[in-house]
């Protein structure tokens, strides 16, 4: 995983997951080689949920279907799907119906592809994630943070690399 070491004027030792990897955010104080940087490192990285087993990939035709199921079922229109590749992000969708899904979403669990159609979608109700966005994904999907803890285990699947400060 790549994991980013930013020096900042705080008092403690933060971890932050990004869609590209981690972020540690480190007092000015400390060094970013020394045992206790390198320890918190180490022991936030394992807290990190573990991707599950995929046996079997899924289709472009499979998130297609779930995309016209969850428009249907929201009541929303998506003028156009398209799967392609998106370094920094599990989808998008633009305000004129054009949804955009990462390619590696046909490598996770059928339950966390849906969850990222459905939130994306909501995006046209809501443009951020506060509370109206909040309460319609529980409405759908009741179980939508357990989801996306899941979810983060995928991010760290990019390449395993060192810290470096920025």
Request: proline share 5%; aromatic share 8%; net charge positive.
């Amino acid at each position: 995983m790549n994991v980013t070491i930013r020096r900042q004027k705080r008092k403690s030792l933060a971890f932050q997951l990004t869609s590209t990897g981690a972020a540690v955010l480190i007092p000015h104080h400390l060094d970013p080689e020394g045992e206790s940087v390198q320890t918190f490192i180490r022991k936030s990285l394992e807290k990190l949920p573990q991707p599950e087993p995929v046996t079997e990939p899924l289709t472009q035709a499979e998130v297609h279907d779930l995309v016209t199921v969850w428009s249907q079922k929201i009541r929303v229109h998506v003028e156009r799907t398209q799967i392609r590749t998106m370094r920094n992000k599990w989808g998008s969708i633009s305000t004129a119906g054009t949804l955009t899904l990462a390619d590696d979403i046909l490598n996770l669990p059928y339950d966390l592809a849906e969850y990222i159609v459905v939130h994306e979608l909501l995006h046209l109700f809501f443009p951020d994630h506060r509370q109206g966005w909040q309460v319609s994904i529980g409405m759908y999907l009741p179980d939508w943070r357990e989801r996306e803890k899941r979810l983060q285990g995928y991010v760290v699947l990019s390449s395993i690399g060192g810290a470096k400060i920025r």
